[in-house]
């Protein structure tokens, strides 16, 4: 008897880690396949960077932007385009780990994950995909950035579609580049799309944020006036505002649109820094949760609590320990023009193919609530102010629409030329844009990242 219920408790125990062992390949099946299908013994598909057989990849147009033939991986004829779009599609050495090549790679092999690879041809999804960008307005942004370092990105705040993003520096992928000791500089960066993968000093475009939490926090802030002499030594470091200019005495709304760093550091003092910093993160500031279809948006930065008033202050004018990631602060831009909601960017078409649907995700991701309604109100009054300031006052155009807007010029180094910004939005029913440029060591933000924009935007609307 006794040697009976030892061999069914052995047959028991056999069964079971049988078992066990059976699920843990079934959930390593569901958890892995991706990565497994793409090793080099899966000869049929991982030729060119996995990308011999893979799909086609176009703009919104229908433009072909890559193409494979004979095992081989091809991109647009025109060089221009190919530079401009390169960390949108990609290419074969998948080093870009945000492009849709990189991203999309199983998609655009016709791997599925119920069908695997292992079948013909003939009867394999085609694994197209087709993009929300419009590759006339990067090949625009990209001529207007002029060889510096930066990004551009521009979508539609009204259904969330990315219409542009440009990254610099670039290259052909067509003709990849050898990177060496003497030409690393010129390619610093080259892998980041810096409009999802990159953070910068703000500048004044963080005024806008300071803005949104004075509004919310000191209840007269519209009949209170600030006097600037030019700069400021109240708290510690002396605050001087741009080019040397005087303001004298100043509204709030005067202060946005004139960028009075004076005033804004005063206003961050008054705001308190606990309440910006609740503000900056209602904004998405400290936080990792933003998407641009699957492909993750870099964590913009504000933290200035603990640090004493000098801080503050520098903080307020995007200054001190401040980071934003362009795409992020366009998203800012896209909650002022909704009335407080942000929308969220997506980069791949749903063409609503159901074995498309199965293992690609276009992840319109639910938008995000940053403000309140009325404080995005008085934001679009300020922002107005502000963009008429450009539009009068240094002949600044985009696209000839109306437009809500603010420059930064963000200090980044003694011997360094500024990191100039714009971001904002068009206010027109048939080109509802949100928009963002970085121009690295640009010089003034109005000067330099204002004609980026015009070129994108213009590229879109005419
Ligand atoms: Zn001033």
Redesign the pocket.
């Known amino acids: 008897m006794k040697r009976i219920m030892t061999r069914s408790l052995a047959i028991w125990f056999v069964t079971i880690a049988f078992l066990a062992g059976i699920i843990l390949l079934g959930v390593r099946v569901i958890l892995y396949h991706n990565q497994w299908v793409q090793q080099p013994f899966n000869g049929h598909i991982a030729s060119a960077g996995g990308l011999g057989k893979a799909g086609k990849i176009y703009d919104r147009d229908g433009n072909v932007l890559a193409y494979s033939e004979n095992g081989e991986r091809y991109y647009s004829d025109d060089q221009t385009t190919r530079e401009a779009l390169l960390h949108v599609v990609g290419d074969e050495s998948l080093n870009i780990s945000t492009a849709v090549q990189s991203m999309y790679n199983n998609s655009l092999s016709g791997y599925n994950f119920l069908i695997g690879v292992a079948v013909p041809d003939s009867l394999r999804p085609n694994g197209d995909l087709k993009l929300t960008v419009d590759s006339d307005s990067c090949r625009a942004a990209y001529t207007a950035l002029g060889g510096h370092k930066g990004a551009c990105v521009v979508y539609n705040y009204k259904t969330g579609e990315v219409l542009c993003d440009v990254s610099t520096p670039t290259y052909d992928p067509a003709n990849r580049p050898v990177i060496t000791e003497e030409n690393e500089k010129e390619y610093d960066g080259v892998y980041l799309d810096n409009v999802v993968s990159s953070t910068f000093t703000p500048g004044s475009v963080f005024k806008i944020v300071t803005a949104a939490a004075a509004i919310e926090n000191i209840p007269d802030i519209d009949s209170r006036t600030f006097t600037?002499n030019?700069e400021l030594e109240g708290f510690g470091e002396t605050i001087r505002?741009a080019d040397g200019?005087?303001?004298g005495e100043?509204s709030f709304s005067q202060?946005f649109a004139?960028?009075?760093?004076?005033?804004f550091a005063e206003i961050a003092n008054l705001i308190g820094e606990e309440k910006l910093k609740e503000t900056a993160e209602k904004m998405g500031f400290n936080s990792d949760r933003f998407r641009m279809s699957d492909i993750p948006i870099a964590k913009s930065h504000y933290d200035a609590t603990g640090q004493g008033s000098n801080a503050l202050a520098w903080s307020g004018i995007g200054q001190h320990e401040d980071l934003a990631n362009p795409l992020h602060m366009a998203m800012i831009c896209s909650a002022v023009a909704n009335g407080g909601t942000a929308t969220s960017p997506y980069l791949l078409q749903d063409t609503g193919n159901l074995l498309e649907k199965l293992g690609i995700h276009t992840n319109k991701a639910g938008n995000v609530e940053m403000m309140s309604p009325s404080t995005a109100s008085r934001l679009q009054t300020l922002m107005r102010g502000a963009a008429e300031n450009y539009a009068y006052g240094y002949g600044v155009s985009i696209a000839g629409l109306n437009f809500c807007a603010k420059t930064g010029t963000a200090e980044v180094g003694e011997d360094k030329a500024p990191t100039s910004w714009f971001v904002g939005y068009t206010e027109d029913e048939a080109h509802p844009y949100a928009f963002a440029a970085v121009v690295v060591e640009g010089g003034y933000g109005v000067e330099a990242a204002t004609p980026v924009i015009d070129a994108a935007i213009s590229a879109l609307a005419y």
Request: aromatic content about 0%; glycine content about 8%; overall charge negative.
């Open positions: 600037c030019g505002c200019e005087v303001h100043q202060a004139n960028s009075c760093n004076c005033a």
